[in-house]
């Protein structure tokens, strides 16, 4: 969920009669919630439930969302809305193949957006961002930590901080904690 200057929205995986997992948007107006509106038509059908939902953050009117899918191999993508999440553009791919989602998103002040995954890497998996303007990406994707795609892992989630993106995750294993990493924005 996320504040615009409109009020609510939440996003969610939708699930059709035939299991498509579309993601969607409602938007909370004062005639209360919309009809739900597909961010994406992606076409991924599952007969599961996907622990892989999408993030969202919005400022004003601007509305981000990142989510992963996997219609026919894994992918990350992201959308942004410029009305309040009433339509979106069309998806930006932000990495495919060896991803394992987990996603998240901050909408940064020059209108950029911060997304943020879970990559399969040898061994383990890596934490990376990349920034990604409303036409594609706009710098190198960044690892930020090394991690698992064990389920105790978690979902790493990100915040603006002063002068960077904080990150938390958790570390699994015999004794879990939960790590932090600060990432300055250049």
């Given at each position: 969920?996320?504040?615009?200057?409109?009020?609510?929205?939440?996003?969610?995986?939708?699930?059709?009669?035939?299991?498509?997992?579309?993601?969607?948007?409602?938007?909370?107006?004062?005639?209360?919630?919309?009809?739900?509106?597909?961010?994406?038509?992606?076409?991924?059908?599952?007969?599961?439930?996907?622990?892989?939902?999408?993030?969202?953050?919005?400022?004003?009117?601007?509305?981000?969302?990142?989510?992963?899918?996997?219609?026919?191999?894994?992918?990350?993508?992201?959308a942004f809305s410029g009305d309040g999440g009433r339509t979106f553009s069309k998806p930006v791919e932000v990495a495919s193949g060896k991803v394992a989602g987990r996603v998240d998103v901050v909408l940064l002040a020059d209108g950029r957006a911060a997304v943020s995954w879970l990559a399969d890497a040898p061994g383990a998996a890596e934490i990376r961002v990349q920034r990604f303007a409303?036409?594609?990406?706009?710098?190198?994707?960044?690892?930020?930590?090394?991690?698992?795609?064990?389920?105790?892992?978690?979902?790493?989630?990100?915040?603006?901080?002063?002068?960077?993106?904080?990150?938390?995750?958790?570390?699994?294993?015999?004794?879990?904690?939960?790590?932090?990493?600060?990432?300055?924005?250049?």
């Amino acid at each position: 969920a996320a504040m615009t200057s409109d009020g609510a929205v939440v996003v969610y995986r939708d699930r059709s009669d035939a299991e498509i997992r579309d993601v969607a948007i409602v938007r909370h107006t004062a005639d209360g919630w919309s009809k739900p509106v597909h961010v994406s038509s992606d076409g991924w059908r599952i007969d599961a439930c996907p622990v892989n939902g999408p993030a969202v953050d919005a400022l004003g009117d601007d509305v981000v969302v990142a989510w992963f899918t996997a219609p026919d191999k894994p992918r990350v993508r992201v959308a942004f809305s410029g009305d309040g999440g009433r339509t979106f553009s069309k998806p930006v791919e932000v990495a495919s193949g060896k991803v394992a989602g987990r996603v998240d998103v901050v909408l940064l002040a020059d209108g950029r957006a911060a997304v943020s995954w879970l990559a399969d890497a040898p061994g383990a998996a890596e934490i990376r961002v990349q920034r990604f303007a409303r036409d594609g990406a706009a710098g190198a994707a960044v690892t930020i930590a090394r991690s698992d795609v064990a389920r105790s892992s978690g979902f790493p989630q990100m915040v603006l901080a002063e002068g960077g993106l904080l990150f938390a995750w958790t570390e699994s294993g015999a004794a879990p904690r939960v790590r932090t990493a600060l990432a300055h924005l250049r």
